[in-house]
């Protein structure tokens, strides 16, 4: 697992939010002021979980090969 903060503009003001990759992780659980969500990624591939003013994302990351 890795982890870092990004910075996007939202109305001109900067937010800044964190950003944890996770590589090939059968489940994943976020608890985030209350809310709750829970990932099943059984299929062994790598995933980013964010969480920007109060709404939490999970990104799967498809692997790809460059040929």
Same mark, same amino acid.
């Given at each position: 697992?890795?982890?870092?903060? =990004?910075?996007? #503009?939202?109305?001109?003001?900067? =937010? #800044?939010? !964190? ?12 608890? !985030?002021?209350?809310?709750? #969500? ?13 969480? @920007?003013?109060? !709404? ?8 790809? @090969?460059?040929?």
């Amino acid at each position: 697992m890795t982890c870092t903060h =990004l910075v996007d #503009r939202v109305g001109g003001a900067k =937010l #800044r939010y !964190q950003v944890c990759k996770f590589s090939a992780p059968e489940y994943l659980a976020v608890a !985030q002021e209350g809310m709750e #969500r829970f990932y099943d990624l059984s299929n062994g591939r790598s995933a980013a979980i964010t969480v @920007k003013k109060d !709404q939490i994302s999970c990104i799967v990351i498809s692997p790809f @090969k460059v040929k």
